[in-house]
């Protein structure tokens, strides 16, 4: 047992004891206790094993910046948090938590045989030595090493938990509320500025709340800005990101410091723009590099005093200092006049300054000068260390069961530099401080250089008389990198810290390198023999701590990952058991199943209906833009390929729209209403990209046409109605509209009344059967179904779904946009080349068409498939070969883009993109399945009536 | 998250308003079928992608729904001034 806590001091409280677990142990803390102080004051100090070796490891720091005390979390069913830092988890009743990467106990853990073999385990073993056989990899060696190697564990259950988000602006954003943020904040308050001061401790005050002198200001500090009208303070919130033009990520955390389950968000992320922002995160103190430095009870004297003087408690009974910094000998002047015994001072400096030496005497400590730390004694806990003069003589043991460490002090920069904040060096300091501002944004305090701790000596490692390639002095502690990995990378040839933090991986674990960068630069600068700056300096990037992916998420998962469009008539298809997919964000109708009907009866049910009786048929999603102007036939003429000019009112035209590039991007029918304004439609997927473009070229290329655009997509609800009976059914509910094939042929459209509902009716069809698609004010969409449904039962009326659409289109040669296409097909390739104005002077696209590689032999081209075997249905995606016999791997031919059952022809269709495809007519080709290579024959598109006869009807 | 000036709303929005459009003053060709296969090809495909100053055009999707023409600077990512499409490159 080596901690304790104190009789009198800190800020807990100790009127309320508060009980919880630790590897299934009961301890007792007080509110106001951390895990790690908790478990410190019960003398516990082994709380993790490293990530690589499983060492064990106690608690280095007394923050954010904790590299070795990483423990899990579990909250209830699904409320298992890994990787939290002890130093940041507050205890309250019933917490539970527990140690990580450890087997079978933290005591015993049968992986650290590792650290026996770490002479065998260097910088860059995994990948030197893991190489051959390749295919061992994945299967063997990676697996194994996971296992191994590791921090916790990823929760396996889904996050019952709901988390907040919100935007805020301010004038001024404070990041950090220790002494300097808050003097900042306090300076402000007397100003009209909206200010937010945000801090990530679960109370304000930051190292303020280390050093008992300056509470009482703190106390009447907070209280002013409480009172101040303009301050919003936000605390247990982390500014994990500085974005561009003073954007600021943070997350506040709610919940989970309180009993649970506990009422409401867990956390909250906030999104805030500031006009101003001052960066007060204050400096992280270095730790130093000696063999054992790793050891738990080896911890940073600054971490001492903030557990002496904010939770009571003692790091140890007897207690040793090594230091390179005058703020260590405050921080064991700290514990000495709190009644702790002090091993000694040992200071790496041969001489210090007097007022440090007298109170050290006053205090009655034992100081050496000159003497660095050359070996820590112990395994699971300090026992003692061996100290030696520097030039390596007079080795001598001291008793003790923690060790501090005063290595300097590194500016905290993290959120300066997520803003692209230049740095400078401070070879007196031994760290980068804020230089030139990229954003509305200055640094105060600490994490701007300035403090009051005094001065020390910079260096990159403790002198030792041992052999410095068989000791473990650790340098990042959280991936377990050593000085000797440094030193190895250097000698094989890494001079950019970049590469030589990714070959060693110091500083990528998951604090970033908080602790343990510049001791690593420092280390490389000294075996290159270069100044740190001439090597570099690596990036800071958000976030400054890990965060919760709930937290970032918030609400966007699940129905509210993205928005479902629903038509008018999706209710309908719901409570008639429609199966649905999505297609774009739209949910549609797939088929209407009845019982005990698969997919593939269902949709051979819903073609047969459709070419014997009528079929009906929910096309709202179609996208539809308005066209009106005086310049809007020739707007459409310059976009499409097709002509437009001459399409009369009351006509419909099928439109097919290209990229700049020649290649199809949407297709579908249009209608011209009067001579200045027209009904267009796209696909359901390319409605809002066609608008975008369509825009692009009126506002920028020929903003001299006087057109609008107008999306209309959602204002019109569409039942297509297709069938020999669907004019029968359709006669007697239309007013206005002569239905006759003489006075309404296919491709036209005319306006009247339906049901007295006005409609834009069209006379088209995407089914190869007479058919209309019926435009209706949305509103109105469901009624006229629901009628349409009724009326039509004596004609056996049938709801088909998109997959029939697809299979009855099919037969007719259809081509789907985005299926049959894919960014690389022409309309030449697509075998639409009736659809092209070739006498149109210019359209989008046209250029391109003449481009030497688009009018070259052997493009992919658009064919129909015809399997050997009728049943066979070839699977969408499926390779084509010429000679299924040739050597792996193949030439390809090209692939299958649509394939179906076509119950009309009792055999399957299928189109495929293949190289030279239209003049391979009649050729047999073959598809290498896994289990058989299926033999086809290329055809023409239009596997049914192909002379129309049942559409001019 | 930028904000970006609006030259026809006047205002400073959030970039999630907003849609990039390539690069600015790319104007399409009054007569494409008069034009080499080169210059079509440079017309389709070749950018400046430069260092530094950086025209292009952006769009107030969410907003207004207008194309127009900024300045950015590729390496400090910050906008230098935003205009409206058909006025003189800047």
Known sequence: MSGFRLPQCGRIDRSRPVSFSFDGTVYQGYAGDTLASALLANGVMLLGRSFKYHRPRGVLGAGSEEPNALVSVTRGPGRFTPNLRATGVEIYGGLTASSQNRWPSLKTDLGAINDRLGMFLPAGFYNKTFMWPRSFWERLYEPAIRRMAGLGEAPTEIDPDHYGATYAHCDLLIVGAGPAGIDAALEASATSKRVILIDEQDEPGGGALADPALWPWLEESLKDLAAAPNITVLSRTTAFGYYHDNFIGAVERLTDHLPHPAAGLREKLWRIRAGEVILAQGAIERPLVFAGN??????????????????????????????????????????????????????????????????????????????????????????????????????????????????????????????????????????????????????????????????????????????????????????????????????????????????????????????????????????????????GLTTFRPPYTPQTFGALAGHAKDALFQPTRKTTIDGWAEENGAVFELVAQWRRARYFPKAGEDMHAAVNRECRAVRASVGIFDASTLGKIEVVGPDAAEFLNRMYTNPWKALEPGRCRYGLLLKEDGFITDDGVSARLAPDRFHLTTTTGGAARVLNMMEDYLQTEWPDLNVWLTSTTEQWAVIALQGPLARKLLEPLVSGIDLSEQAFPHMAIREGTICGVPTRLFRVSFTGELGFEINVPAAYGRALWERLMADGAAYDITPYGTETMHVLRAEKGFIIVGQDTDGTVTPYDAGLDWAVGKKKPDFVGKRSLARPDIAAAGRKQLVGLLTDDPADVLEEGAQIVADPAQAIPMTMLGHVTSSYWSETLGRSIAFALVAGGQGRLGETLHIPMPDKVVTAKVSGMVFYDPAGARLNV | MLLIHCPYCDEQRAELEFAYAGEAHIARPDDPAAMSDEDWQYYLFVRANPRGRHHERWRHTHGCGRFFNAVRDTLSDKFEVTYKAGEPRR
């Open chain 1, 294 to 535: 790793d050891v738990p009870g080896v911890m940073l004297a600054s971490a001492a005093r903030t557990f002496l003087h904010r939770y009571g408690v003692a790091v140890g009974k007897r207690v040793a200092l090594m230091a390179a910094h005058d703020s260590g000998w405050l921080d064991i002047f700290a514990l000495a006049r709190a009644g702790v015994a002090v091993a000694g001072i040992i200071d790496v400096r041969e001489s210090v300054a007097a007022p440090l030496l007298t109170e050290a005497e006053q205090l009655g400590l034992t100081i050496h000068l000159g003497h660095s730390v050359i070996d820590v004694h112990g395994r699971l806990a300090v026992k003692g260390v061996t100290i030696a003069r520097n030039n390596g003589a007079a080795a001598a043991r001291l008793a003790c069961d923690a060790l501090l460490m005063a290595g300097g002090w590194t500016p905290s920069v993290h959120l300066w530099s997520h803003s692209k904040g230049s740095l400078a060096w401070r070879d007196e300091l031994g760290a980068y401080v804020p230089d030139r501002a990229n954003e509305q944004t200055r640094c105060v305090g600490a994490c701007s250089g300035k403090w009051n701790f005094g001065s020390g000596l910079v260096l990159d490692a403790l002198p030792t008389p041992r052999d410095p390639a068989r000791i473990k002095a650790f340098v990042d502690f959280q991936n377990d990198v050593t000085a000797r990995d440094i030193r190895l990378a250097v000698r094989e040839g890494f001079k950019s810290i970049e590469h030589i933090k990714r070959y060693t991986t110091t500083g990528m674990a998951t604090d970033q390198g908080k602790t343990s960068n510049l001791n690593g630069l420092q280390i490389a600068s000294t075996a290159l023999g270069l100044p740190v700056v001439d090597i």
